[in-house]
């Protein structure tokens, strides 16, 4: 065999894509972290030598398929394609709803916080108005942690900032920030701390801070037995020799964390112009006085449970989960509405990361409703309060 056909299949079989296994084979998806490139052979080596080890615990072959970009592998994970996949908590916390469960988190904690050079005048983000802002590459963790800061406070980026610009690097963004090409940047907080002992600058705002890396798997695709070994296997992984060098050590976690980053992320703003925002015992209360309750949830999630006597008018949304989102392709049947355009309506969606409801609500007060109460909680809320639910078709 020459030396060129055994590179191939050298490189087949390092990229997961070697002879298939049998039928009890096991796909493992694994997403670097944002200090890590697939072009180093040593982070290959890494994740492979995890499901090496994996496939000898679990008695059956785990393939290994390595995925650079984040968001591919959330999609192709939520279409059921791995067994199991280890990612940064963000893409962890976007494949929930398909069905995965994380078992292990690694890598420690990370967090997003926003710089300005030494001569600026500003101490927050809304001080930043009219200023240029630099942010981590959009994919990453810290991008997204930084646009939940952004949601967090109201602030649509577009029309706050006089410039918004992702870059491919932190460092570039920090350079940028030390020749004034731009003002403020939101970058990892430990590559920040770094940075600070050497340059002049502060720390005007912070995210809540949220697992670097995480191990998940697919619990329609593995039984029970299978995830409590493969739990119990990353536990232990530490201490294998195997992992001498590369150091990956996972400890315990639970669901809610990653529900928690889900929120974070994506979380919608606190405030609505032109409506109300109310917490689960106001919305009881609304509902009380016979106030119109809207659930603008898909009709799946409606059957399956919702405030008791909600009516269903599904917000169908293509535009981004951000301020100032571009409704053309949306779809959202105001007609449906009461005509009064002074009733009482009150709409809710999947809680706070969830911005159908806040979406919806902004298109009644553009078509003139002025007395709009937005649940941002919305159903989670309303269940953990204790409030009355129902299921199935409505009678």
Wanted: charged share 25%.
């Amino acid at each position: 065999m020459s030396r060129a056909i055994s590179f191939c299949f050298f490189l087949a079989a390092m990229m997961g894509a070697g002879p298939s296994w049998s039928a009890e084979e096991l796909k493992m998806a694994a997403v670097p972290s944002d200090t890590e490139r697939y072009a180093d052979v040593e982070v290959l080596n890494k994740y492979q030598a995890l499901a090496k080890y994996l496939s000898s615990q679990l008695n059956a072959p785990v393939n290994f398929t390595p995925v650079a970009n984040p968001f591919i592998a959330a999609k192709r994970a939520s279409r059921g394609e791995y067994d199991m996949i280890i990612a940064p908590a963000h893409t962890i916390a976007s494949v929930l709803k398909a069905g995965f469960n994380p078992v292990g988190k690694e890598g420690g904690g990370v967090e997003a916080v926003f710089v300005v050079g030494p001569d600026a005048k500003l101490d927050s983000i809304l001080g930043a108005g009219g200023t240029k802002l630099g942010l981590p590459p959009f994919e990453s963790i810290q991008a997204g942690l930084a646009r939940g800061e952004l949601n967090l406070k109201s602030v649509e980026p577009k029309k706050h900032f006089k410039e918004v610009r992702y870059f491919r690097s932190q460092e570039a963004q920090l350079f940028a920030l030390e020749i004034k090409s731009m003002d403020i940047v939101a970058v990892d907080s430990a590559l920040a701390a770094k940075w600070l002992k050497s340059h002049q600058g502060k720390i005007v705002q912070r995210s809540a801070g949220v697992p670097k890396m995480a191990f998940a798997v697919n619990t329609k695709r593995m039984t029970p037995e299978q995830e409590k070994k493969i739990e119990s296997a990353l536990l232990k992984y530490g201490e294998v020799e195997a992992n001498a060098r590369k150091k990956m050590v996972f400890s315990p976690t639970k669901r809610e964390e990653f529900a928690a980053v889900a929120s974070m992320l994506n979380t919608t703003p606190k405030e609505l112009a032109g409506a109300q925002v109310i917490e689960a015992k106001q919305a009881s209360d609304l509902i009380a006085k016979g106030v119109t309750v809207v659930d603008a949830r898909n009709e799946a999630e409606y059957l399956d449970g919702r405030v008791k006597g909600a009516v269903l008018i599904p917000y169908h949304e293509v535009s981004a989960k951000e301020i100032g989102f571009d409704a053309v392709d949306d779809k959202f049947d105001l007609a449906k509405l009461p005509q009064d355009k002074n009733a009482a309506i009150l709409l809710y969606c999947d809680g706070t990361p969830c911005w159908k409801s806040y979406k919806a609500s902004i298109l009644a007060i553009r078509g003139g409703y002025k007395n709009i109460f937005w649940f941002r909680g919305g159903f989670p809320e309303w269940k953990e309060a204790g409030y009355p639910v129902e299921s199935g078709k409505p009678k």
